[in-house]
């Protein structure tokens, strides 16, 4: 395979944060070394040939993040000689990244070289190495992992972490990047680290809030005033996709349950998105045992190795994993209809702001609420969707449950560790509670290129003629709307 410029740019673009200090395996000794540029100026920095050699496979070369900031962050799954407990760690690991909010496109997985995976995240501006420590212990926590499976990568000038596509040269394996809904197949193409985008590291900073309900952005901007590395710009929210399997679609699930296993080495995966399926279903977590071994039990031996009892202790592991953390599926709706009786009753709320926020909350539910109609949305998410702050949007929720038309289903809950520490919060979820009144009238949501606060307006000038809406708003209302109509 051809190794181009453009390889090793995206290699710089991606991991490159820090030159004067590197890891290198030599192909001889097959042990790691640390070079130090500032230690030993004979040293030299690391430079496009080493990311070249390492594509080549004539030694492995890792990097560090800066002393204050990485531009990546990689979860280190590293169960020696039980490959398939890593891939459970692994699943365990990416299920939780999606259930807090990261998008499967931004989250990348490759063979570690010695039967284990990173799995990486990369930033489009650099992180606090701080937070990004901060953020792996959330991931840990939500996981059930420990930092002895999993460990934090570049840890501060520390620890660096090995470069993908290279050769580990203790067991010749190349780590090439994997397909995470086929089985963890290796991607077998230089090419594929082409494709890879950063992703937009305000995620991090909405989960964050999130999470902890602690504030960031402060901090963030007292870093960019002193190191002048980071610029932070509100930007239209990119983790609306949260939690979602677009490449496990119910159809495929259910062809998995009804045909069965194919092929060795899929039944662990297999049945983990199973047992999502069925809690997604409404089976409590006892039926969803009973009936995953049951499936088990029906599967071809041929295409399983695992001992039938060992089978079902995994079962149990995994379903009770999936019902203790709510590990969900999640399909984005890519019709959306909004009708008139439903705008009808969004205008009956008091003031304009309270109209956008249940608005949002209203197109939000319809795209990512489960079977149940339950569905969340961060504050965050809320401020950036309809241009209010934090604070507005946090007082606006609460009226509008107090009106009626929305239903808190959980608020506030404590995520504890094993000692009973407060780790962090889980998202709010709610529930659309409006009249389900038929209705001919309906206007038609653009998904594609949804901006929240421009199909508000969109939706209403579909509804109603401006008549009708002068003599249903306030005044001062139907002036503003009329002037962003205009």
Same mark, same amino acid.
């Given at each position: ?40 100026? %004979? ?15 004539? /030694? ?26 890593? %891939? ?16 499967? %496109?931004? @989250? ?48 501060? !000038? &520390? ?41 937009? $590291? ?11 309900? *602690? ?5 963030? $901007? ?15 929210? #990119?983790?609306?996709?949260?939690? *979602? ?9 259910? &062809? ?17 998105? @199973? ?71 969004? !205008?009956?709320?008091?003031? +304009? ?52 038309? !929305? &239903? @808190? ?10 000692? /009973?520490?407060?780790?962090?919060? %889980?998202? #709010? ?21 949804? #901006?929240?606060?421009?199909?508000? *307006?969109?939706?209403? #000038?579909? !509804? ?18 009329? +002037?962003?109509?205009?």
């Amino acid at each position: 395979m051809k190794i181009t410029e453009e390889h090793v740019a995206q290699f710089n673009k991606l991991f490159v944060l820090t030159r004067w200090k590197y890891i290198y395996q030599s192909p001889e000794t097959k042990g790691w070394y640390t070079f130090d540029h500032f230690i030993n100026n %004979k040293n030299r920095k690391m430079n496009d040939s080493m990311i070249k050699r390492h594509l080549k496979g004539n /030694g492995a070369y890792g990097v560090f993040s800066a002393k204050d900031f990485t531009k990546f962050l990689t979860f280190d799954v590293d169960v020696k000689g039980d490959l398939q407990r890593a %891939k459970w760690i692994t699943i365990k690991l990416v299920e939780s990244l999606k259930q807090f909010g990261i998008d499967d %496109k931004d @989250i990348h997985i490759s063979i570690s070289g010695n039967k284990g995976y990173h799995v990486d995240l990369y930033f489009n501006k650099p992180i606090g190495n701080d937070i990004a420590y901060e953020f792996y212990k959330m991931m840990l926590e939500r996981s059930d992992c420990t930092p002895k499976e999993i460990e934090f990568r570049p840890d501060m !000038l &520390k620890y660096g972490v090995k470069l993908p596509l290279g050769i580990h040269q203790a067991t010749g394996n190349r780590c090439w990047y994997v397909y995470y809904y086929n089985y963890f197949k290796p991607i077998k193409s230089f090419d594929h680290i082409l494709t890879i985008e950063q992703m937009d $590291v305000d995620i991090i900073f909405d989960i964050m809030n999130r999470e902890r309900d *602690i504030y960031y952005e402060q901090e963030i $901007v007292e870093i960019e005033e002193t190191r002048h590395l980071i610029e932070i710009q509100i930007t239209p929210l #990119n983790s609306y996709k949260q939690n *979602i399997d677009e490449k496990v679609t119910i159809e495929a699930i259910e &062809k998995l349950l009804h045909e069965g296993l194919k092929s060795v080495g899929t039944r662990h995966n297999s049945s983990f998105k @199973i047992a999502k399926y069925f809690r997604y279903q409404g089976f409590d977590q006892e039926e969803s045992l009973d009936m995953l071994n049951e499936w088990i039990r029906q599967q071809d031996e041929a295409n399983y190795t695992t001992p039938l009892d060992l089978c079902y202790k995994d079962n149990e592991s995994i379903v009770e994993y999936i019902y203790d953390k709510e590990v969900s599926m999640t399909f984005e709706a890519k019709k959306i209809e909004v009708s008139y009786e439903e705008m009808k009753q969004i !205008l009956k709320l008091k003031s +304009l702001n309270q109209k956008k926020i249940a608005y949002c909350l209203l197109i939000h539910s319809k795209r990512f609420a489960n079977q149940q109609g339950v569905f969340y949305m961060s504050y965050n998410q809320m401020s950036k969707a309809s241009g209010l702050s934090d604070k507005t949007v946090r007082t606006i929720v609460n009226q509008i449950e107090e009106f009626g038309i !929305l &239903k @808190i289903v959980a608020r506030n809950q404590i995520i504890k560790d094993s000692n /009973g520490a407060y780790v962090s919060k %889980k998202p #709010n979820k709610y529930q659309m509670n409006m009249a389900d009144i038929v209705s001919d009238s309906l206007y038609q949501v653009d998904v594609e290129e949804l #901006n929240y606060k421009e199909s508000f *307006i969109l939706a209403i #000038n579909s !509804l109603y003629d401006m008549s009708e809406l002068k003599r249903k708003l306030p005044r001062r209302q139907y002036q503003q709307l009329q +002037l962003q109509t205009i």
